[in-house]
């Protein structure tokens, strides 16, 4: 989403269409430009840089994006995760079985809430 509207990508698809490489990156950015999410298991599970794009919101992206971060984190033999959710998307996390902890702080001037999912 962020990356669309940068300088970087908007050269990029420049340098695409110019020699010729845009169908074949197409394809790839339509499987991998859909969503974004991290899972960073040196941080205990901490789940990061989650994203959607807008016009694919609420139809189940996230939840599935989400879905198979918390299998691999299982997976990898961690019994929950944790992250800095944006109050925007704390609703989100909730309907994920998150509890919010802690106060609410800024990051990057937004306001945040640690929430946490441990595994059932
Ligand atoms: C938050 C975000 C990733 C959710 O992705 P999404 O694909 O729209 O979510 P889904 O469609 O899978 O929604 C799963 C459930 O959460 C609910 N939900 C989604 N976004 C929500 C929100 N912002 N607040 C409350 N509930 C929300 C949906 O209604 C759905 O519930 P349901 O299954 O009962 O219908 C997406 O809105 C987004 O990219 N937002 C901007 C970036 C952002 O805020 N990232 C998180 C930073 S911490």
């Not at 695409?16 to 499987?31: A, G, K, N, P, R």
């Not at 999410?37 to 959607?52: C, E, H, I, M, Y």
């Not at 994920?96 to 595994?119: N, S, W």
């Amino acid at each position: 989403m962020y990356l669309f509207k940068s300088k970087v990508c908007q050269n990029l698809w420049k340098w695409m269409i110019e020699t010729d490489t845009v169908s074949i990156s197409w394809q790839f950015m339509m499987v991998w430009l859909v969503g974004t999410a991290r899972l960073d298991p040196g941080l205990n599970g901490k789940v990061g840089r989650l994203a959607v794009l807008y016009p694919y919101r609420r139809k189940g992206v996230g939840r599935r994006l989400m879905s198979f971060l918390h299998q691999s984190a299982w997976d990898m033999g961690l019994s929950e995760v944790w992250c800095h959710a944006q109050l925007s998307a704390q609703g989100f996390y909730t309907q994920l079985g998150y509890t919010k902890e802690g106060a609410v702080f800024q990051e990057a001037g937004i306001d945040h809430i640690t929430m946490r999912c441990v595994r059932n």
